[in-house]
């Protein structure tokens, strides 16, 4: 940790690519950036001074890593309550804290707070067990349904898509003992996403509203702003999100993702309390990213301008395919397009996985897609592109 006076620490756990490019931003503001990583090569651990590995889940290793620490923050939100709890009784910094970081945790308390707060959300009903499910379809609409863990998911995982009741019984996510979400079917025409940062004083600041398309669960690509979003829709979506940071009382970023459904309506999706995949566009695309506006909110520094710094941005993320060497695709990709930005994060290259993504801007929306998708698909060996 730093000796010299006046300079805050900020621990980070987790030690993914979200931590890495936080200890990014925080290099630029003085801040001493420690990380409790899951291992020794994990993203963040590659490139951070200040590495601690260890289990997020051991309750000693979390008080061992909140010392001196000024404030604790996440790179994923699966750090046991309870665990945080105690850590707040102990005097730690924990931003956000463990009674806003819960709606993150569990989508059932999410649903029922946001619910109880009128915040517009799919019809959803809590399941004790598979013979719940028959009356529960009925009461959301009917067939086909979505079910969700409750805790645990993310990237698509723990969430299926049910046609009947032989269908939900095959998913097996009854038998795992852990709480299951029922909810319908929504007829949406496409996610959006509103982040918004919060400081522990009350400042907020509301980013553009994006559109992110996703593909088998994960987010494929973002486009900022999000096109042809009325700016009564837009208003609306950022009001959403700041109502919720403040009736939660999160500190840090706060990414809500949307169903905007066929009929003009916008309905809340997902919480997300820490930097999230669909603000990566705002590293070159606004003029304060989300990283350095979840650290100045930690730290109660007073919030930057989440202003987009070009008409459009698009971020498309690559994802692992059979071919491994990244940075020999760096030449022709580079090359091809001087202004393009890549962001790789250190991880060995498997089908499907995140291992980095890469941003475009400019003033023709269709233009800046096409010189993203081109690169983010050379760079996974789509060489024909």
Known sequence: MSNLVGVPTVGMIGGGQLARMTHQAGIALGVTFRVLAEGPEVSAAQVARHVTVGDYRDLRTLRDFAAGCDAVTFDHEHVPTDHLHQLVDAGVAVRPGPHALLYAQDKGAMRERLTALGVPCPRHAALKGLSDLADTADELGGWPLVLK???????????????????????????????????????????????????????AIAYPVVESVQRDGICHEVIAPAPGLSEELAVRAQGIALRIAGELDVVGLLAVELFETRDGRILVNELAMRPHNTGHWSIEGAVT??????????????????????????????????????????????????????????KEVRPGRKIGHVTTFGDDLDDVRARARHAAAYLTGDIDE
């Open 149 to 203: 863990t409750t805790r645990g998911g993310y990237d698509g995982k723990g969430v299926w898509m049910v046609e009947d009741l032989r269908a939900a019984e095959e998913t097996g996510v009854f038998d795992a003992g852990i709480p299951v979400l029922a909810e319908e079917r929504v007829d949406y025409a496409r996610e959006l996403s509103a982040l918004v940062a919060r400081s522990p004083s009350g400042q």
């Open 289 to 346: 990213s989300q990283f350095e506006n979840h650290l100045r909110a930690v730290l109660d520094l007073p919030l930057g301008s989440p202003q987009a710094r070009a008409p459009w941005t698009v971020m498309v993320n690559i994802l692992g395919g059979d071919y491994p060497d990244m940075h020999r695709g760096l030449l022709h990709c580079q090359a091809r397009d001087p202004a393009l930005r890549v962001h790789l994060y250190g």
